[in-house]
């Protein structure tokens, strides 16, 4: 399943970026909202909210020093 952003203008459909595949597929489409600003660059990438910002977990999660150690239960499987 593949998801592909189009602006539809009443008539037609302009894609936003390539189709990935090739071949007959059935599609359906949905139309989540208007575009509020019709004079925006359509183009331009979507703004990620605040709380998938990259470093929101700095100093939050940390990992073991011996994370890749390997495991003693593992021990067998792995000679």
Known sequence: M??????YDGN????????????????FITFVEPIKNETAEINQPLKLPRSTALG??????????DFN?????MKEYME
């Open 2 to 7: 593949y998801t592909i952003r189009a602006i």
């Open 12 to 27: 037609n459909f302009e894609l936003l970026q390539p189709i990935p595949v090739k071949g007959n597929y059935e599609v």
């Open 56 to 65: 929101i977990w700095k100093d939050k999660v940390w990992i073991s020093d």
């Open 69 to 73: 150690a390997p495991l003693e239960d």
